[in-house]
């Protein structure tokens, strides 16, 4: 069983940054990857940034590549998403979530609101 929890979201002007942490507690010994997603009211759940937990390897929603960073630390179990040049359209609910085993986990989620 994984634990997932989020923390930095919050209110800003576009144009500013958030960085959004999540913590897997837990067993989490064999995570294979870590994500974000956002969703939006009456729409679905859309990945954000993805990482794998042994390589490192990346890969981004088309939207936020080059404002965007994710990256994780394998001996705190953590992984951040860095947020610049934040948009209105990035306004969501984002959710971490770790894949272990073939099951998948999800964090309560922490809400980012950008304004115009």
């Known amino acids: 069983q994984v634990r997932l929890l989020e923390s930095g979201g919050g209110l800003v002007q576009a144009g500013e940054s958030l960085r959004l942490s999540c913590v897997a507690s837990?067993?989490?010994?064999?995570?294979?990857?870590m994500a974000w997603y956002r969703q939006v009211p009456l729409k679905q759940r859309e990945l954000v940034a993805k990482?794998?937990?042994?390589?490192?390897?990346?890969n981004y929603l088309d939207s936020v590549k080059g404002r965007f960073t994710i990256s994780r630390d394998t001996e705190e179990k953590t992984v951040v998403l860095q947020m610049n040049s934040l948009k209105p359209e990035d306004t969501a609910r984002y959710y971490c979530?770790?894949?272990?085993?073939?099951?998948?986990?999800w964090g309560q989620g922490t809400q980012v609101t950008v304004s115009s």
């Open positions: 979530k770790a894949e272990e085993s073939g099951y998948n986990y």
């Open positions: 990482i794998t937990w042994g390589g490192g390897d990346t």
């Open positions: 837990g067993s989490a010994l064999s995570i294979s990857y």
